[in-house]
């Protein structure tokens, strides 16, 4: 455990004890999201690779064009 961790919950051990729950509660939602969005962008690569591949085999047909930023 680093020492601002530690630090962290040295503090909060002296909350009291809905304080401290409410934070438990919300660090241990925080690292469950933080899962969700690792293993999300894991799955994910596949498809960003495929959809990379495509958009380089249409730019080599001559389908896309450069983008104009003054028409958006």
Known sequence: MTKLLEK????????PVVD???IAKWLL???EAEKKWELMFAES???LDKLADEALA???KGKTR???IDSL
Not at 8 to 15: D, G, I, P, T
């Open 45 to 47: 690569e596949n498809v």
């Open 20 to 22: 401290q729950n409410a």
């Open 8 to 15: 962290a919950f040295k503090e909060a051990s002296r909350l």
């Open 29 to 31: 939602e925080e690292l």
């Open 58 to 60: 249409e730019h080599k």
């Open 66 to 68: 450069p983008l104009n």
